[in-house]
């Protein structure tokens, strides 16, 4: 018969608990009537984890490469189940109740995420930052990023389909795996379901393989890096606008703000914000056009057919002209100063915008030309 359900366990130094695991998960496949495997991926374990998980019925799949991801991974790819569950090997989840994963791939469901927040947490099964900083936040930010309805982005057991796994391509190799299924179920526009999960208290009777903070920036990091749009091009046009929008205050007059009057040294800063938006607006763009140079998924964004590099080089030009024109009116005020002392007030509200637009010049047009490098179509 062909296998309907593998389901996953990640080892390392779980000797106390990998057998309860498995002799839980054995009897779940029996209890839901269906056919099944079990596959416990050590990741090096040194205290006779294998021996245990190989004698209480599961096949035990060796993984060298280090890192939960990668015991995932390695432990996936020795699978046969059209449908393959996944939990950790320190009994925080009860394999017992692997049926609602199964229920919703019955009715067709490709991605199946757990929620411990919907299906309870017992009392310190989740650190205290994990529970109320860590999980509640990156969970926000990877649903503002990523438009999904998902609660517990980093909930331990989920459920997907072998085409599913096939079609994400994941690659990570640490506990950002968690975070990378998720994005590219979303990214993907997998048929998902979300189903509550309690937490248990693990077995384990030593610390936790996760750091904190450690862990947390490879899951923010991972979130920021296939999200382009917040990283880069949201920030950017927000520091444009802003700059366009107080340098253009600041080339009429002082600006009256609470007790000071911000004047043209203020002017330099808006100005230099007006470059640093559209250097990140540029990397925006840049990154789109090589990910989809590289085929790599990540969040979509505009279309790149419109660009052609003879139009970057004509705005390039623009802003040239623009700067010089300023500096010759800058240069003309000067020169009725017979090129005397000037006035900062005066002359340094034609210098600044003219330098800012000669930067945004040569800007433009090396963006242009590195936008129409990764536009090269590939020979062969």
């Not at 009537?33 to 006779?48: F, K, L």
């Not at 979130?223 to 700059?243: K, Q």
């Not at 964004?301 to 030009?317: C, T, V, Y």
């Amino acid at each position: 018969m062909s296998v309907q359900i593998s389901i996953i366990i990640p080892c390392l130094n779980e000797a106390k608990t990998v057998g309860i695991c498995v002799a839980k998960a054995t009897k779940a496949l029996a209890d839901n009537g269906v056919t099944g495997e079990i596959i416990v991926a050590d990741n090096g374990s040194s205290d006779g984890s294998q021996k245990i998980a190989h004698e209480a019925g599961a096949k035990v799949v060796d993984v060298n490469q280090v890192g939960y991801g990668a015991a995932l991974k390695g432990g996936i790819l020795a699978s046969n189940g059209q449908f393959i569950i996944m939990g950790d090997g320190d009994d925080s989840y009860n394999f017992l109740e692997i049926g609602v994963f199964i229920e919703e791939w019955k009715k067709g469901k490709a991605f199946v995420l757990g929620n411990r927040f919907k299906g309870g947490i017992e009392p310190d099964a989740m650190p205290f930052l994990h529970k109320y900083l860590g999980n509640p936040v990156l969970s926000f930010i990877g649903r503002l990023f990523f438009q999904n309805g998902f609660g517990d982005f980093h909930c331990g057991m989920r459920g997907f389909t072998r085409e599913a796994f096939d079609k994400m391509g994941l690659g990570t190799a640490g506990m950002e795996f968690a975070s990378e299924m998720v994005v590219k179920a979303s990214l993907l526009k997998l048929d998902s379901a979300e189903v509550p999960v309690k937490l248990y208290k693990d077995g384990r009777g030593r610390s936790s393989h996760l750091n904190t903070w450690t862990d947390g920036w490879r899951h923010l990091r991972f979130l920021l890096l296939f999200s382009p749009r917040w990283l880069f091009f949201y920030p950017g046009l927000t520091f444009v606008f802003l700059g366009l929008l107080f340098s253009s205050l600041l080339l009429r007059s002082q600006l009256p703000f609470q007790s000071l009057r911000l004047d043209v040294h203020t002017l330099l800063y808006t100005s230099a914000l007006i470059l640093i938006g559209f250097q990140m607006i540029a990397f925006y763009l840049l990154s789109q056009a090589f990910a989809r140079r590289e085929g790599l998924y990540i969040q979509s964004g505009i279309d790149l057919n419109w660009f052609k590099l003879e139009r970057g080089l004509l705005l390039a030009f623009a802003f040239l002209c623009f700067g010089v024109f300023l500096s010759l009116s800058a240069l003309q005020i000067w020169e009725i100063q017979n090129f005397g002392p000037l006035n900062p007030q005066i002359v340094l509200r034609k210098v600044i915008p003219a330098v800012t637009a000669i930067l945004l010049a040569f800007q433009v047009g090396t963006f242009s030309f590195f936008m129409s490098f990764l536009q090269l179509k590939r020979v062969g």
